[in-house]
C-alpha cells in the first residue's frame, strides 16, 4: 500500500514570496489533515478535511495561509506572503474511518529567508 | 486548554541501556493518547494507542503505559536502531473528528 506522498520536499524563498506544497493521501483515506513543525516542536495542526469539507482550521493563520482539497482526494497548502517565522516542516497526514490511525507523509522542509 | 508536556527533552543511552520517557498531559477527557516515532526528515510513525488508565502495549523493546495524568514509554535493552525522536499525542474526548495535540517530542539517541 502506497503511503502519503508530498512533494516538494524542500523549499527555498525570500520572506514575502508566495509557495504551494501537495499532498497525496493514502487511496481510499476520507481525512486530510495538515501540521506544522516548528523545529524543536511537536507537529501543530492547522487544518483537517473530512472529503472536501473542512472540519477544522481554527489555528491556521488565515490571512496567509489557505488550503483546499479538490474532489476529496489530493490537496494544497498555501503561503502568501510568506514570513521569516513560517519556516518549518509541513506535514500531511491522511486517516480512513479512525482518526486514531493517522498516516504521515515525509513532510516538505520550507526554509523562508 | 489540553496541554501535552514531555521529558527529558533529550536522553543519550548506550546501547543495552534501559530507561524510560515521560509525556504528562491535561486534556479534558481522554479520548486517546498516541505515541509516534520520527527520524530525521521523515513523517511520524505511528507506534501505540491507549485508551483508559492501567493499559499497556508492547511492541519489540518498547512498552507504553498509561495512567489518568501520564503515560511512559519504556525503552528495555535499546539497540542503535531505537535512536530517534519519540512524540507523544493526546485526543481529547470533547473532540469529534481526530484532532491530536501533540509534545514537543524526547530525542534519544542509543550508542554501541
Known amino acids: 500500500e502506497a503511503g502519503v506522498a508530498q512533494s516538494p520536499r524542500y523549499k527555498i524563498i525570500e520572506k514575502r514570496q508566495s509557495v504551494a506544497f501537495w499532498c497525496n493521501p493514502i487511496?481510499?483515506?476520507?481525512?486530510l489533515y495538515w501540521y506544522q513543525q516548528i523545529l524543536g516542536q511537536g507537529p501543530k495542526l492547522l487544518i483537517q478535511?473530512?472529503?472536501?469539507?473542512?472540519?477544522?482550521d481554527s489555528q491556521l493563520p488565515k490571512d496567509r495561509f489557505s488550503a483546499e482539497r479538490l474532489k476529496g482526494v489530493d490537496s494544497t497548502l498555501k503561503i502568501q506572503p510568506a514570513k521569516l517565522e513560517d519556516s518549518a516542516v509541513y506535514l500531511c497526514?491522511?486517516?480512513?474511518?479512525?482518526?486514531?490511525?493517522?498516516?504521515f507523509g515525509p513532510g516538505t522542509r520550507l526554509t523562508v529567508l | 486548554e489540553d496541554q501535552v508536556t514531555q521529558s527529558p527533552e533529550a536522553l543519550r543511552l548506550q546501547e543495552g541501556e534501559s530507561s524510560s520517557l515521560n509525556c504528562s498531559y491535561t486534556?479534558?477527557?481522554?479520548?486517546?493518547l498516541f505515541w509516534y516515532r520520527q527520524d530525521p526528515g521523515k513523517g511520524p510513525e505511528f507506534l501505540f494507542t491507549?485508551?483508559?488508565a492501567g493499559e499497556e502495549k508492547e511492541k519489540e523493546r518498547l512498552k507504553a503505559t498509561l495512567t489518568k495524568k501520564e503515560s511512559f514509554l519504556h525503552i528495555t535493552a535499546p539497540k542503535p536502531e531505537d535512536s530517534a525522536t519519540y512524540l507523544c499525542?493526546?485526543?481529547?474526548?470533547?473532540?469529534?473528528?481526530?484532532?491530536?495535540?501533540f509534545g514537543a517530542g524526547t530525542q534519544v539517541v542509543v550508542t554501541p
Open positions: 497526514a491522511s486517516s480512513s474511518d479512525d482518526p486514531n490511525e493517522q498516516f
Open positions: 486534556v479534558s477527557g481522554l479520548r486517546g
Open positions: 491507549l485508551y483508559s
Open positions: 487511496s481510499g483515506h476520507a481525512t
Open positions: 499525542a493526546v485526543r481529547a474526548a470533547t473532540d469529534s473528528w481526530g484532532k491530536f495535540q
Open positions: 478535511f473530512q472529503n472536501n469539507g473542512v472540519v477544522d
